[in-house]
T-cell receptor
Framework: DSGVTQTPKHLITATGQRVTLRCSPR?????VYWYQQSLDQGLQFLIQ???????AKGNILERFSAQQFPDLHSELNLSSLELGDSALYFC????????????FGPGTRLTVT | DAKTTQPPSMDCAEGRAANLPCNHS???????VYWYRQIHSQGPQYIIH???NNETNEMASLIITEDRKSSTLILPHATLRDTAVYYC???????????FGTGTRLQVFP
C-alpha cells in the first residue's frame, strides 16, 4: 500500500460524457502527478501540481483538466470523452518538488463505450 | 530528455540474480537514473535511483558505469513475485516528471 488513494477504481461511461477522477496523496506530500496508461501509448505523464499550483504539463489534451485543492487532494476532469480515452489513470505523489521517489496509487480504470 | 533503451523481455530462474540492463547514452551530468517496476496493472513501484555511484537498498542494487551511459539493475535473488515490467528512467533535470519507456518485461520462472 503506497498511501496514495484513488477513486473510483473502475468507471464505465459513454462517449461525449464528462468524468472526474479523484486522488488523495500520501500524508505530507505536496506534489501530485497524473499519468495515463493505454495499451498503445504506454505510461504517459499528463500533469503535475505542487502545493496547489501547476508545475509541469505533459501530453494532456485540452479536453482534460486538473486541479489540486487546499487539502492537497487532486482531481482530473475528462470531458467530451472518446473511445480512445479508455485507459488506466494513475496518480502519484511525492514529498518535495519531485527529486525523490514518486508513490503511485492503484489507478482508475476508465472504459468509454 | 535523455532516452533509455531496454531489452523488451528477459527470463530469470527463481532464486537466481536478475540483471536488467539499460542504455542512456545521452544522459546529462546532473540527471539521475531511476528504476520503477509495474506488476500486472498495479501502480508503478519505485525501486532505486542513483547519480554516479552504485546504490543498494533492500530491493535491489544499481550499478552505473563510470561514463554513466549505461546501468544495470540487479535483483539478487529473484522470486516469482518479481515478475513485472521494469522501467529505467532518466530524470529530467529541471522538471519533476517521469518519462516511461517501454521497459523490460521480466518473467521469473520456477
Amino acid at each position: 500500500d503506497s498511501g496514495v488513494t484513488q477513486t473510483p477504481k473502475h468507471l464505465i461511461t459513454a462517449t461525449g460524457q464528462r468524468v472526474t477522477l479523484r486522488c488523495s496523496p500520501r500524508s505530507g506530500d505536496l506534489s501530485v502527478y497524473w499519468y495515463q496508461q493505454s495499451l498503445d501509448q504506454g505510461l504517459q505523464f499528463l500533469i503535475q501540481y505542487y502545493n496547489g499550483e501547476e508545475r509541469a504539463k505533459g501530453n494532456i489534451l485540452e479536453r482534460f483538466s486538473a486541479q489540486q485543492f487546499p487539502d492537497l487532494h487532486s482531481e482530473l476532469n475528462l470531458s467530451s470523452l472518446e473511445l480512445g480515452d479508455s485507459a488506466l489513470y494513475f496518480c502519484a505523489s511525492s514529498e518535495d518538488r519531485g527529486l525523490g521517489e514518486q508513490y503511485f496509487g492503484p489507478g482508475t480504470r476508465l472504459t468509454v463505450t | 530528455d535523455a532516452k533509455t533503451t531496454q531489452p523488451p523481455s528477459m527470463d530469470c530462474a527463481e532464486g537466481r540474480a536478475a540483471n536488467l540492463p539499460c542504455n542512456h547514452s545521452t544522459i546529462s551530468g546532473n540527471e539521475y537514473v531511476y528504476w520503477y517496476r509495474q506488476i500486472h496493472s498495479q501502480g508503478p513501484q519505485y525501486i532505486i535511483h542513483g547519480l554516479k555511484n552504485n546504490e543498494t537498498n533492500e530491493m535491489a542494487s544499481l550499478i552505473i558505469t563510470e561514463d554513466r551511459k549505461s546501468s544495470t539493475l540487479i535483483l539478487p535473488h529473484a522470486t516469482l513475485r518479481d515478475t513485472a515490467v521494469y522501467y529505467c528512467i532518466v530524470r529530467v533535470d529541471h522538471t519533476d516528471k517521469l518519462i516511461f519507456g517501454t521497459g523490460t518485461r521480466l518473467q521469473v520462472f520456477p
